[in-house]
C-alpha cells in the first residue's frame, strides 16, 4: 500500500472507529461486535506504524499513553470550579427555592435533575475540536494534569464531532466525572486481593487512584466512563438541558436519566424516583443535584463562597444495614481515656465494609442497650463515620454478655478510674504506652505540628521499630533510620526527613495543643498563649528556658484568671508543668532544635477587639485555621457555639446547625467576601 492510499485508508478507519464509539459511549448502541472494533482498531495501528507521519494526536490507537510520567504538573482552571451545597429535605429545597426567587426578583423558570455520581470530578479542554489537557479538580482552582490517563477513556472524544448545527468553538472546558462501575469495582478488587494488595473501598478511590497512576497503562487497564454534565465556557446557550444536548452532539456520554423538571414539585417527584432506582444502578449515587435550567438566571444569582447558588445537591438518607456484634475491645487514647470500639461482624453500608465502629463510653452502650453478640444497626453518618444506632433486644438468643469497663488497662495493666462530673473512665498509669502512642498522633496532627507525611501508620511503624519513644525523637530522625523500613526507599525517607525539619519552629498556641495537656484544646492553647505574650517579655523566638521558668512557677489562681479557665483546666496545667516527665520533654523538644514563636497582637492592628466570632462550613479562600488566626491577631476572640453575645457568624460552604443558629437569634452573618473585607478595613 502505497502512502497515499494508506492515508485514505486510515482516515476512512478513524472515521469509522469513532462512529462506533460515540454509537456505543454517547447512544448506548453497539453497531459492531467488541472482536470487530478490535480488528478494526489493529488495522490501524499497523498502517500508522507502517506510515507513522501519518499519526495524529486524535487517532484513536493515542489512548492509550506511551512512557510513565515522573510526575503531574500543576494546572490552573479557567475559573474556580466551585462545590455544591447540600440539603436534605423537601423543606430546605423549597427555602433554597425561595432565596434565590428573592435573589432573582422573579420565579424560577424550572429546573434540570441529574444523578450525583459517586466518581472524580474531571475539567476537559478542547482547542479547535481537540482534546488538548484533562485535569483534577483539586482545590477548585489548581489541579493536576492528568491528560495521558484520560485518553486511555473511550467516551471521552479525542476530537469534537460537529454535527446537527452545533458548532465546534475554537475553545471549550467542559466539566465532569470519571465513573467506575461496581462490577469493575469487584473485578479490580479480586486482582487487588490476588495480588496481595490493597483493595479498594468504593468506586469513587478507584477512579481517583486510577485516573493519578503516572504509568498510564494502569488506568488503560481498568475500565472508566466520563459522563459530561457542564460546559464552562460561556456559548450563549439558554438552558442547561441545551447544556447537555450540545454536549451529546459533540460526541460526549452524557447521564441519560437526567431530566428536565417544570418545577419543585417535580424535583421532589424526580428525587424520590431515583432514591427506589439507585440499588438497580450499575454504578453507585448518593444523592440529585438539582439546577436551575435557564442559564442566565444561573448567571444572575452566581456564587456564594466556594459554592453556586443555582444548583444543590439532595443527599440520600444515610445508608443503613444490620450485622452482629462479634466483641467489644478498650482502646487507650493520649489522655488515657478509655474508648469502647465495637468489632462487627463485616457489613456493607454506603458502598464500603464495616467491621468497627466506636461506641465513645460505657454510658452510650448503657443508653442503647448493647450487648456483646447482639444484631444491631450501623448507619455511616453522613456516607463517612460508621455508628451503632440501635440494637434488636428480640433477637437474643441468651448467648449475649454484658460489657464491663475493665478494672485493669488493657495495653499496660494499670488502675482505671473515673473522675468526678466525667463520664470517661481512664488509666491511671501515667507510663501507658498506649498514652505514649497516641500522644505522638496527637503531637504531628493538623492543629498541632502538622507534619505531612508522618500519619498513624507510619507512626506505628516507628515506634515498633524502637525509634520512636516519645514526640522529641521525631526531630532526631535521619534518613538512614528509614530506608529499608517497609514502605522507605531513598526519595520517601528524605522526603520525610525534609518535612520534619521544615517544622521545627511552631506558634506558641499550636505547641501548647501539641503537648496533649488533659481539657485543653485548640482555643485554650491559644487563649493560655495570649496571657503569656501579654503578661511576660518572651522573645519573638522564645527558649525553654524562659518559658519553663513561667509556666512552672505559675498558680492554679493564676492559671484561673485566664480568660475561660476554671478550676478543673487550671488543676490540669498545673499538674502537666510540675510533672517531670513532661518538662523533660518540653527540655528534649528545644534541645533537638523545636523552637516557639510568641504570638503579636501588633501585626495588623485590633479593629476586632471585644468582637466573639463563630466559623462554620468551608472557606475557599484561606483555612479555617488561618481565618482564626487573622482573627485573633486583629483582636477578635472565637466561639464554638452560637449564642446572643456572638457578634459575628462567618458562613462557608456547607454549613452546619450554627447558621440555622445564628438566624434565630438574628446573630449577624458574614459570607466569606463581606469578612474578608472586615479584616481588611
Not at 464552562?232 to 438552558?239: E, K, N, R, V, Y
Not at 463517612?384 to 499496660?412: D, H, N, W, Y
Not at 517497609?486 to 525517607?493: D, P, S, Y
Request: proline letters at 4%; one cysteine or more.
Amino acid at each position: 500500500m502505497t502512502r497515499s492510499e494508506a492515508k485514505i485508508r486510515i482516515k476512512k478507519l478513524r472515521s469509522l472507529i469513532d462512529e462506533n464509539r460515540y454509537a456505543y459511549h454517547v447512544l448506548d448502541k453497539q453497531r459492531v461486535s467488541d472482536a470487530v472494533d478490535d480488528s478494526l482498531k489493529h488495522e490501524l495501528a499497523q498502517l500508522e506504524t507502517q506510515f507513522p507521519d501519518l499519526i495524529t494526536p486524535d487517532s484513536p490507537t493515542q489512548r492509550v499513553g506511551g512512557e510513565p510520567l515522573p510526575a503531574f504538573t500543576q494546572v490552573r482552571h479557567p475559573q474556580p470550579i466551585l462545590s455544591i451545597n447540600d440539603a436534605f429535605t423537601f423543606k430546605e429545597l423549597k427555602d433554597w427555592e425561595e432565596r434565590n426567587e428573592i435573589l432573582l426578583g422573579e420565579k424560577v423558570k424550572g429546573y434540570y435533575g441529574e444523578l450525583k455520581m459517586d466518581g472524580l470530578a474531571i475539567v476537559l479542554k478542547y482547542e479547535n475540536g481537540l482534546f488538548i489537557q484533562g485535569a483534577t479538580r483539586g482545590d477548585g482552582r489548581v489541579g493536576e494534569d492528568v491528560t495521558q490517563n484520560l485518553k486511555t477513556i473511550d467516551s471521552i472524544p479525542l476530537r469534537l464531532r460537529s454535527e446537527q448545527n452545533t458548532k465546534v468553538p475554537k475553545e471549550l472546558y467542559v466539566r465532569g466525572e470519571i465513573v467506575i462501575e461496581k462490577k469493575e469495582l469487584e473485578r479490580i478488587n479480586k486482582l487487588q486481593i490476588k495480588n496481595k494488595e490493597k483493595t479498594f473501598a468504593n468506586p469513587r478511590n478507584l477512579a481517583a487512584g486510577s485516573i493519578r497512576q503516572l504509568d498510564p497503562k494502569i488506568a488503560a487497564s481498568r475500565k472508566m466512563n466520563f459522563y459530561a454534565f457542564e460546559i464552562i465556557s460561556d456559548l450563549g446557550l439558554a438552558t442547561h438541558a441545551q447544556v447537555h444536548a450540545a454536549l451529546k452532539n459533540w460526541g460526549f456520554k452524557t447521564n441519560r436519566l437526567c431530566e428536565e423538571l417544570n418545577n419543585l414539585d417535580a424535583a421532589w417527584n424526580y428525587i424520590e424516583r431515583k432514591q427506589k432506582e439507585r440499588e438497580n444502578l450499575p454504578y453507585q449515587i448518593d444523592g440529585v443535584v438539582v439546577v436551575l435550567n435557564n442559564l442566565v438566571q444561573q448567571k444572575c444569582l452566581g456564587s456564594v463562597g466556594k459554592s453556586e447558588r443555582w444548583m444543590i445537591a439532595f443527599k440520600f438518607p444515610a445508608e443503613q444495614a444490620t450485622t452482629k456484634i462479634k466483641n467489644i475491645i478498650i482502646q487507650v487514647g493520649r489522655t488515657g481515656v478509655l474508648t469502647p470500639v465495637t468489632i462487627l461482624e463485616p457489613v456493607r453500608v454506603a458502598g464500603t465494609t464495616v467491621s468497627r465502629a466506636t461506641l465513645h463510653n460505657a454510658d452510650q452502650i448503657k443508653r442503647l442497650g448493647i450487648k456483646i453478640g447482639d444484631t444491631v444497626v450501623i448507619e455511616k453518618a453522613g456516607d463517612i463515620i460508621p455508628a451503632v444506632v440501635s440494637t434488636f433486644p428480640q433477637l437474643r438468643t441468651g448467648k449475649e454478655r454484658e460489657f464491663r469497663i475493665p478494672k485493669k488497662c488493657p495495653v499496660c495493666g494499670g488502675d482505671i478510674t473515673q473522675k468526678e462530673t466525667l463520664v470517661a473512665h481512664y488509666c491511671a498509669n501515667p507510663h501507658c504506652p498506649a498514652k505514649h502512642r497516641e500522644g505522638i498522633y496527637h503531637f504531628v496532627s493538623r492543629a498541632a505540628f502538622d507534619i505531612e507525611g508522618l500519619g498513624v501508620k507510619i507512626i506505628d511503624l516507628l515506634y515498633d521499630q524502637g525509634l520512636l519513644k516519645d514526640a522529641a525523637d521525631i526531630f532526631t530522625l535521619k534518613a538512614e533510620d528509614l530506608i529499608g523500613l517497609e514502605g522507605f526507599a531513598e526519595l520517601k525517607a528524605n522526603k520525610l526527613v525534609h518535612a520534619i525539619h521544615n517544622k521545627k519552629t511552631i506558634p506558641l498556641s499550636r505547641f501548647l495543643y501539641s503537648l496533649g495537656i488533659l481539657h485543653v484544646g485548640e482555643e485554650t492553647a491559644n487563649d493560655i498563649a495570649q496571657f503569656l505574650a501579654s503578661s511576660f517579655q518572651l522573645p519573638a523566638s522564645s527558649t525553654v528556658k524562659k518559658f519553663l521558668k513561667i509556666v512552672e512557677n505559675l498558680t492554679i489562681d493564676t492559671w484561673s484568671s485566664i480568660k475561660d479557665i476554671g478550676p478543673v483546666v487550671a488543676q490540669s496545667l498545673h499538674d502537666y508543668f510540675h510533672d517531670k516527665r513532661n518538662i523533660n520533654l518540653i527540655n528534649k523538644l528545644f534541645n533537638v532544635g523545636v523552637s516557639i514563636e510568641i504570638p503579636t497582637l501588633t501585626a495588623y492592628g485590633l479593629q476586632l477587639q471585644g468582637k466573639t466570632f463563630v466559623l462554620t462550613g468551608t472557606l475557599s479562600s484561606l483555612s479555617r485555621d488561618e481565618a482564626k488566626a487573622r482573627i485573633r491577631a486583629l483582636g477578635g476572640e472565637i466561639s464554638e457555639s452560637v449564642s446572643k453575645k456572638t457578634s459575628y457568624v462567618i458562613v462557608g460552604e456547607n454549613p452546619g446547625s450554627k447558621f440555622e443558629k445564628a438566624k434565630k437569634l438574628n446573630v449577624t452573618i458574614l459570607n466569606e467576601s463581606d469578612f474578608q473585607k472586615l479584616i481588611e478595613k
